[in-house]
């Protein structure tokens, strides 16, 4: 049964994007597609104006904390300097041209620099692009057709890895297998005695599911499927897209040792221009070589020089450490005001990449509540998704966020003192 909780009131002027909204419902189906799809969500603007550094602004002119990140591309910071520089002066060269710009070439190099697993590198456009590209490149260099994908992991958004069903046929479907993330003995059963099928395993580097408490990854279980996939001649394909460059500058599983063979990168690779890019080791080289996969804007030349100003900031400012560092101190103070006002919550996945979650929240009816309220006090998050913080947050931006998180908590104890109480 579900459990009705008033959303609450935002009292933040709304009247430009109501309106927008309602313009765009007349040409545009529902309005808004995707995940940017906000009519479930109301108290959370649609339509955005302009952002800078760590903070955006409304098209009604209100001020938020950004801890979405444009849903993970903005890591250095929104209209980053340097990256916008570099930018602009590649768009005064040109953008998209009959071949790419010999920054496609230096982009390529410094990616096989950073990433130490990997010996080339592809581009594209997104992270459906980019994970497609890996699982098609499984298969041609292993002649196999099975991908083994986690229950409930997100890939993207094409009918081989959509988590909607509107649209997409059971023979979209037929080649995957299913696994429980941090299971090798799932992994074995989901195989069976279909070795030969296999072409890849696809893992993410945590689990990070939306709507549920992030797993982090048990770091046996990352090594066991390295061995596995090693034992019946498949590749391992690391989803980087969403994690990619935030929680280890060289990939996400570096610390633990464990190198994949293909991995997809999007979102931050260019802070917040479009751009994704697969990194892969030799022994798949011919394969890649061999497949055919193409976009009238992926030699797209500017993007590439934000991707390529985009790797170098984040090395030079030690970007991982300082979002790591911040995202703790977020973490103590967000946990500090839960405590503070009764409700029993779990905060969980990497301090950079973290998910508020209430207990017993039936149908996310309390994280929606509460994301209205952090809206109203200039706090821009999600009920049901991961948060993002970027290497832009600073001192202030960090204690404007505590200070309307700490108030969103206190308003849902006020409007619903039985809810969510330890």
């Known amino acids: 049964m579900t ?33 940017l799809d906000m009519r479930t969500f109301p108290a959370i603007p649609q339509f955005i104006a302009r952002a800078r550094g760590a903070r955006l602004w409304d098209v009604d002119g209100n001020e938020y904390v950004d801890l979405m990140c444009s ?17 602009e002066r590649q768009r005064r ?11 496609m070439v230096e982009l390529a190099e410094a990616l096989v620099r950073t990433v130490a697993h990997a010996d080339w590198a592809m581009f594209a456009k997104n992270g459906t692009d980019a994970t497609t590209m890996c699982c098609t490149i499984a298969r041609a260099a292993t002649g196999r057709d099975a991908i083994l994908v986690a229950a409930g992991a997100y890939h993207g958004a094409a009918p081989w890895c959509t988590p909607f069903p509107a649209g997409v046929t059971a023979a979209d479907r037929a080649n995957l297998l299913h696994y429980r993330f941090n299971d090798i003995a799932s992994i074995r059963a989901a195989v069976g005695d279909k070795t030969d099928r296999v072409a890849a395993i696809i893992v993410s580097p945590f689990r990070h599911d939306a709507g549920f408490d992030q797993e982090l990854v048990d770091p046996a279980f990352a090594r066991d499927v390295r061995a596995y996939c090693d034992e019946i001649g498949a590749a391992l394909i690391l989803d980087d897209v969403r994690a990619g460059f935030r929680l280890h500058h060289g990939g996400s599983w570096e610390p633990l040792g464990v190198h994949p063979d293909l991995t997809p990168w999007s979102k931050a690779i ?90 017993d929240d039936v149908d996310h009816a309390l994280a929606i509540a509460f994301s209205a309220e952090a809206q109203a006090r200039g706090v821009y998050v999600h009920p049901k998704h991961n948060w993002f913080v970027s290497a832009a947050m ?13 108030g969103a908590f206190a308003a849902l104890r006020a409007r619903h003192p039985q809810h969510g109480a330890r």
């Open 270 to 359: 260019a802070n917040g221009h479009p751009l994704a890019a697969v990194t892969g080791t030799d022994r798949y080289r011919e394969a890649a070589g061999s497949i055919f996969v193409t976009g009238s804007f992926w030699m797209g030349a500017v993007a590439m020089a934000a991707g390529l100003a985009t790797l170098g900031e984040l090395e030079r400012r030690d970007a991982v450490a300082h979002m790591s560092e911040l995202g703790g101190q977020l973490r103590t103070g967000v946990l500090d005001s839960a405590a503070r006002w009764g409700f029993d919550v779990t905060y969980t996945g990497p301090a950079q990449m973290p998910n508020l979650a209430f207990r």
């Open 394 to 406: 600073t001192s202030d931006d960090l204690d404007m966020a505590l200070g309307g998180l700490d």
């Open 71 to 87: 849903w993970g591309p903005v890591i250095l910071g929104h209209a980053d300097p340097v990256v916008e520089e570099a930018a």
């Open 3 to 35: 459990t009705h909780v008033d959303a609450g009131t935002d009292p933040r002027h709304r009247t430009v994007d109501t309106d927008l909204r309602r313009r765009a419902a007349a040409v545009v189906p529902n309005g808004m597609y995707g995940h």
């Open 93 to 103: 060269q040109g953008d998209c041209l009959n071949g790419p710009a010999p920054v």
